[in-house]
Each structure stands twice: as structure tokens, then as C-alpha cells.
């Protein structure tokens, strides 16, 4: 059975700070699919990356930054130099590669407030 | 504008009643899901559609029902049966080849109150 789990609950921190979500994944398939999305406020949840099991390159894009790792079978994101804007849910998700219909299992969601 | 369209925003049910959430997209998508979010938590499928006529149960099926008439619309009631219906409904939708890893797409969400 495939599951994500997101331990930080709530994270607040500064304008300008640095930050790192975390999550991680447990999963019997040799091919699957990890993604992170942004849900503010309005609800809407936002795609943000995906990223399949055999690449393991780090993608950054601007001040976002993804870290994954199979060995600890963790994909965590950073926002560098925070700013208000980023004040959101954050969720992580995994599909798995044999999985008819595209499913999505999400993590919990961590909470990140960042105070001006 | 190309995107996944929910409606209503907010709406009330009273006990006893059915209730039913539009989902439409114009992304000519295949495949379309409703996922439901309770207040701190994460999303849970409770049904999905990969081709017109065809859809098949999620995690928490129970008390919703949906049907899948034309490819762009996914409607979800949610029954009498639902005895916990309050939340968060979240539709969705994908391109659908079969095979696992397509990006799924996001409406803005409804939300259901029971008073």
C-alpha cells in the first residue's frame, strides 16, 4: 500500500527565511510519481512539480527547490528567501506506476505562515 | 480561459437532502476525479472517470454518487446516505493514456455545509 506521510504539521517563519518541507513515501512499485501542491487560501490546489522514480535529478525553478531521494525515500521541498506569498498548504502526493486512473495519495499537508 | 470550473462555491443542505456539485473542464481531458477535504487534513478520492459512461469508486465512495455523460462534465451528488457530508469538494482532471503519472489539474473547490 502506498502512503505519504508529512510530519511538519505547521511551520511558521520570517520573510526571507529559508524553508524545507518534508515528506516522505513508502511504496512497493519500482515506477511511480511524486508531486507537490500549493493550496492558499482561495483552495484551489496548485501543481507545482513532478517528479518520476527514475530521475533523481534535483530540479530548482526560481527561489523552489526539490530534493529527491530514494534512499530514504524522501522528496522534500525548499523555498528559499520566503516571502508572504508563499503562505499556503503544501501538499505531497504519490502515484504509483501501476495504478489505473492516475490516483493520488496525499500527505497530511504542512502549513507554512510566513510573517512579514 | 482553459480550466477545470466548480460550482457552486458555498452551498447549505439541509438534513435529508441531496445535493449536487458541478465540475466542467474545456483542458479535453480524459480522465476526471472528486476528492474531498476535511479541515487540516489531506484529499481523499472518492471517485473518478477515465472515459465517458464509465467511472469507478475511490477510497470513500459511500453516500456520493456521480455520473459521466459527456467527456468535459463530472457531476458529484452528495446523497442523504453521506452522514458526514460537510467539506471541502475538490474536482479534478487529467489526460488519460492508461498509464499513471499524468499531472492532475485542480478546480477551485466547493464548499458543503450541512445546517
Known amino acids: 500500500a502506498q502512503k505519504v506521510t508529512q510530519a511538519q504539521t505547521e511551520i511558521s517563519v520570517v520573510e526571507k527565511e529559508d524553508v524545507t518541507l518534508d515528506c516522505v513515501y513508502e511504496?512497493?512499485?519500482?515506477?511511480?510519481?511524486l508531486f507537490w501542491y500549493k493550496q492558499p487560501p482561495s483552495g484551489e490546489l496548485v501543481f507545482l512539480i513532478r517528479?518520476?522514480?527514475?530521475?533523481?535529478q534535483n530540479e530548482i525553478s526560481g527561489r523552489y527547490s526539490w530534493n529527491f531521494q530514494k534512499s530514504t525515500s524522501s522528496f522534500n521541498f525548499t523555498i528559499t528567501a520566503s516571502q508572504v506569498v508563499d503562505s499556503a498548504v503544501y501538499f505531497c502526493?504519490?502515484?504509483?506506476?501501476?495504478?489505473?486512473?492516475?490516483?493520488?495519495?496525499f500527505g497530511g499537508g504542512t502549513r507554512l505562515m510566513v510573517k512579514p | 480561459d482553459g480550466g477545470i470550473t466548480q460550482s457552486p462555491k458555498y452551498l447549505f443542505r439541509k438534513e435529508g437532502q441531496n445535493v449536487t456539485l458541478s465540475c466542467e473542464q474545456n483542458?479535453?481531458?480524459?480522465?476526471m476525479y472528486w476528492y474531498r477535504q476535511d479541515p487540516g487534513q489531506g484529499l481523499r478520492l472518492i471517485y473518478y472517470?477515465?472515459?465517458?459512461?464509465?467511472?469507478q469508486k475511490g477510497d470513500i465512495a459511500e453516500g456520493y454518487s456521480v455520473s459521466r455523460e459527456k467527456k468535459e462534465s463530472f457531476p458529484l451528488t452528495v446523497t442523504s446516505a453521506q452522514k458526514n457530508p460537510t467539506a471541502f469538494y475538490l474536482c479534478?482532471?487529467?489526460?488519460?493514456?492508461?498509464?499513471?503519472?499524468?499531472?492532475?489539474?485542480f478546480g477551485e473547490g466547493s464548499w458543503l455545509t450541512v445546517v
Open positions: 479534478a482532471s487529467s489526460i488519460s493514456t492508461g498509464s499513471s503519472g499524468n499531472t492532475i489539474y
Open positions: 511504496t512497493r512499485d519500482t515506477t511511480y510519481y
Open positions: 517528479r518520476n522514480s527514475f530521475d533523481e
Open positions: 502526493a504519490l502515484s504509483e506506476g501501476g495504478n489505473a486512473g492516475n490516483m493520488l495519495t
Open positions: 483542458l479535453n481531458h480524459d480522465a
Open positions: 472517470s477515465q472515459i465517458v459512461n464509465d467511472f
